[in-house]
């Protein structure tokens, strides 16, 4: 071996399933020569529960409280990715307030995913503090589900077609209030962060990927944009009235660990931006399309992607003409965005092998199904 | 300010400080203090099963259609009833319902057509044993038994 850093015996160790830092049962069998990394390899599978296969056997309407368990972090944009899906089978759209309440809820758990994964990942990596401060914001968000839906994790909140609940009284009122206050608390956190040494000693210059080898294993989201691409499909491909809506997609060109931290941050200030406007002006009207009772798509397939706060979340219906889905195939970010970790912790150290895998933002639920 | 002198003066950690300074207050506290404090949960909360009766006359307001084990996704409602010969309705004689494999979506409430079956804002739902979480017609409709401990 020619790239060794000392000339001692390569070690195998593993990382996890049970390593809390791993965010669930991930697997990482680490080579090792010293503490540099000379490879990686993920085993996964610990959390599979055959939710493609499930589909195949519950009707379209039953299915939809199963994607909230793929990524239980934002069960809210799986349903709307999966509601978007079907509704294309059925060549029918919602109404134009049940697309607004829609985009509220979905940008809501944009930024409860965020900062839960910002608390896990600067708890990853040594700042605690961070964790409580997003937690108090994230608790504010899942009260608006509670309130909403019932449900404050995996909400069911949408169903095809448009929304079961009408919005309750007070809402407007209580997205208002946390938009006003949520961005001096982002501002919080970035005093706590972005300029701190420590922080920026660990994550600057640490699992770079550039925008070609993003491309080139399929990676989306936030960490396709902190390496330089605008690709953000709520602005390429807009779906469910996206395109009312006034929001910049944050880039980056470093495409390293801090980098994917600041288009975060960024992204958390731009749905608060998003959900102003379409709090301001929710059309009024009904929330549920008409001839929704049974659903049967005609035969056909269809395939609908969204901009999940992880990455691109696909959706892909194959149906028979029956009241079930013939085939359901998720494309899920956080599996793709996993496989780059074999490039990004090539040759860096065991204690930044943990802020990489904090910085993909992976859900074990979503990469395992 | 120079980068130097930023890091000569200790501003970053006096920044930090403060924020966490700022939220010391005993108001800004979040905890739940859980068991002594009942948690408000909302209006819509999906928590415990309950089978609604008329309050006047304490008859069952289910009608027996069998459109909520049809809509569970994990088909863990049974609903069993008789045909009257008289009436020629159908009338509810067992209700079962297995929260143990119920995940909450809310969905058999949604197709319920007269509002008999309802999830409620009772959220302790622990049991010693599995059996206590197969909830029969009498436990939807009074509540919970509590099952002692073998």
Redesign the interface.
Known sequence: MADTFLDAQELVLNMGPQHPSTHGVLRVILKLDGEKVLGTECVIGYLHRGVEKIAEH?TY??????VD?MDYISAVSNGLGYCLAVEKLLNAEAPPRARAVRVILTELNRIASHLLWLGTHALDIGAI?PLF?TF?ER?EIL?IF??????RL?T?AFRIGGL??ET?SGFEEQVKRFCDTFPAHVD?YE??LT???IWRDRLIGVGLLTAEQCKDYGVTGPVLRAAGVAWDLRKAQPYSGYEQYEFEVPTRSGGDTYDRYLVRIEEMRQSVRIIRQAVERIPEGAIMAKGMKVIKPPVGEAYVSIEAPKGELGYFIVSDGSIHPYRVRVRPPSFLNLQALEVMAKGSLVADVVAIIGTIDIVLGEVDR | MPEWL??FLL??LI??M???FR?QHPKYI?TEQYPEERPR??????GAPRLNINPENGETLCIACDLCAI???ENLIVVGSVRNPETRRKELTTFTYDLSRC?????CE?ACPVDALE?TQDFELASFTREGQIWDRQMLEEGPRPSPYR
């Open positions: 519950r309407a039953q299915f939809a409280p199963y368990r503090t401060y108090r608790e009260a509670e309130n909403y839906c019932g449900a995996t069911h079961q609940y309750y919080e005093t706590l300029g701190n040494p | 930023r890091r501003i970053d920044q930090g403060l924020v966490t939220t979040n949960v909302a209006e819509r909360y999906r809509a569970c996704p995940m909450f979506c809310g969905l949604d999830l």
